[in-house]
């Protein structure tokens, strides 16, 4: 991963053959940031942030509508 993290959900997409994860724990400090890596790259990129920092959180995909949804959490 691009950025050190504990506590943090993951989900795998089969529409794009990547793993996604969401914010997170580092030593103390809650994140936002969201990384995707792409299994036929091997490659780790940042995208785009969520707007609440966080960890612990949960995560799910709906593939046929490339909807995601992170919930819960220590905000």
């Not at 997170?24 to 609440?52: T, V, Y």
């Amino acid at each position: 991963m691009i950025n050190k993290r504990a506590f943090f959900p993951s989900i795998y997409s089969r529409l794009d053959h990547s793993i996604y994860v969401f914010g997170g724990n580092d030593q103390g400090r809650d994140l936002h940031e969201c990384e995707k890596f792409s299994l036929a790259e091997n490659i780790w990129r940042p995208i785009e942030p969520m707007k609440n920092f966080k960890n612990g959180a949960a995560a799910t995909i709906f593939d046929d509508h490339r909807l995601v949804f992170v919930f819960g959490g220590n905000v």
